[in-house]
Structures are given as structure tokens and as C-alpha cells.
């Protein structure tokens, strides 16, 4: 059995076609377009490559797009005054401040000054509560994304033995409260959990967000499980030379999943498709409007 490869390009490219079609509905509503402002601070070339993505997406999609570059030196204050700045501007419907910060910045104090309306990233403790108990509210783009992917590989998730490696306020935590919602037996488990490749065994969804190349193993795999690999790694092959791998063997998997996304290709595109429609939806609720299905 060879695994049916699941294309996130193509999924992303759909709904942002579709982000796309809804901000027109929303500039006659209004006379505006959404607004997305993006922080970052320093010059992490990772972070570069995403900001200036998410800036090519926002403008595609026919929305606003709000860049604030700051130095790695920056204070604390001066970025939460900045975010305070933008949680005023009418024009700005969502902000997103690019991780990781610097380490003389708390992190945690720069998330809680987002005006939780505007967290596009889904992060603030308001939009987490909301998600833990079944209320509407901005849901973290990666588990969105991976949620569509499911849905549109899988069906009805209901029922479903789901395991989530890793235990991120980014990605494990809301994804094992989006899998639960949809009525999914979810286990979420974590670089402490004892007897990990038996309890992959058992699951016919996994998603494996732990950051540690390659760490799910072929024989990890139940047979026909759909397989959702959110790692981002990239390995040293010497010589200068590197490659981008998953946190699932790849190519040991590929034999026994019955779908699985690649690494790169795979949920990438989708989170910032979702930052997207995070966008629309929050730039909806703000203006009192009913948010779209998208």
C-alpha cells in the first residue's frame, strides 16, 4: 500500500481563492478592506521568509497589509506600546506578532496586550479559553489548517482514535481541543510520555508537532492512519548542504499511512491560508457583520 499524499498547496491555494472572494462583500459592507499588521522584531532569517510570505498573501487576498520592523534590541515597552497602537487603529483588524521574540522580551506580556479580537494567531488566553470550551473565537492558524486537511481527507473524524505528539500552546494543545470538539478520542502526548510508538499504533489520526526529525517511525504507523506532520527541520547533511525534513520518516511511513502530508508542502501553505481567513473573520467580527464560512 503506497499512502495517498496529501497537497496542502492545493488546499490553501482553494481557500485562498475563497479568502479572496469575500473581501469584496466585505469592502461594499464597510467601504474598507480587512487589515492585517505584522510585527517582527530582529532579523531571524526564518522569520523573514514567513513575514515576507504572509505580507504576498495578505496583498494577493486584496487586503491591508501593515509591516512593523523592529531592531533585536527593541525594549519590552516599546513593543506593547506598539501593539497598543495598532489595537487602536480601526484600520487594523488583525495583528500578529512573529515568534520567537528575543529573550530580554516576555513573550507571554506581549500576547496578553493584544486586544484578543485582533490575536490572529489565536494565542491569547480569551481566544484559548474560548477554544478549551466550545466558544466561537480566533483558533491558532497551524491546527485550523491541519483540521481542514482532516476533514477533507478523512470526512466525519467522530469516533476516531486520534494521537497528538506534542503539547504546544501553538499546535498540540489547540489541535487536541479542535480533534475533541469534532468528536474524536484524542490522547495527547509529549517527549514524557512512556511507551509513545505503542500508542501511535492505535491511532488512526496522527499529528505529530513534537519538533524532533524523523521521530515517528514507519512501524509507529497503524495501517490506513491519516498522518498529519506539522515539523519544520531542517537537518545537516555536511558540506554545507541541508534539507527540510518532518517530525514522521517520511518515506517509512509513506508504505503504511493511508494519507499522509509531505514536509515541505504539506501544512505549511495551510497556516498561512488560515491566517487568512483569520483575518476575514476577525475584520467581520469587528465590523458586527456575520463571519463567513470559509
Request: aromatic fraction near 2%; include cysteine.
Amino acid at each position: 500500500m503506497t499512502a495517498r499524499i496529501i497537497d496542502g498547496k492545493a488546499a490553501a491555494a482553494m481557500l485562498r481563492a475563497q479568502v479572496g472572494a469575500a473581501v469584496p462583500a466585505f469592502l461594499s459592507a464597510t467601504g474598507r478592506v480587512p487589515g492585517l499588521a505584522v510585527i517582527m522584531v530582529g532579523d531571524n532569517p526564518a522569520s523573514a521568509v514567513y513575514v515576507r510570505n504572509k505580507h504576498a498573501a495578505t496583498v494577493a487576498a486584496g487586503m491591508l497589509s501593515f509591516e512593523h520592523r523592529l531592531p533585536a534590541t527593541v525594549g519590552e515597552a516599546e513593543l506593547r506600546a506598539l501593539v497598543a497602537t495598532l489595537n487602536a487603529d480601526d484600520a487594523v483588524d488583525a495583528i500578529l506578532v512573529q515568534l520567537p521574540l528575543p529573550p530580554h522580551i516576555d513573550t507571554q506580556r506581549v500576547i496578553l496586550a493584544l486586544d484578543p479580537a485582533k490575536d490572529v494567531d489565536g494565542f491569547h488566553p480569551v481566544n484559548a479559553g474560548r477554544l478549551a470550551t466550545g466558544l466561537p473565537g480566533l483558533v491558532p492558524c497551524t491546527p485550523s489548517g491541519c483540521m481542514l486537511l482532516l476533514r477533507d481527507t478523512v470526512g466525519d473524524l467522530a469516533g476516531a482514535e486520534a494521537l497528538v505528539i506534542g503539547r504546544s500552546n501553538i499546535v498540540g494543545k489547540p489541535m487536541a481541543a479542535l480533534l475533541t470538539a469534532a468528536s474524536a478520542t484524542v490522547t495527547l502526548a509529549h517527549s514524557r510520555t512512556q511507551g509513545l510508538a505503542a500508542h501511535a499504533r492505535r491511532a488512526d489520526i496522527l499529528v505529530a508537532a513534537v519538533g524532533v526529525p524523523e521521530l515517528v517511525r514507519g512501524d509507529w504507523i497503524k495501517p490506513g492512519a491519516c498522518v498529519i506532520d506539522v515539523g519544520m527541520n531542517r537537518v545537516d547533511l555536511g558540506d554545507g548542504r541541508s534539507r527540510l525534513v518532518g517530525d514522521v520518516a517520511y518515506a517509512e511511513a509513506l508504505a503504511v499511512a493511508g494519507a499522509i502530508t509531505p514536509v515541505p508542502g504539506g501544512v505549511g501553505p495551510m497556516t498561512i491560508a488560515c491566517l487568512l481567513r483569520n483575518t476575514v473573520h476577525a475584520a467581520h467580527a469587528r465590523a458586527g457583520l456575520a463571519v463567513p464560512a470559509l
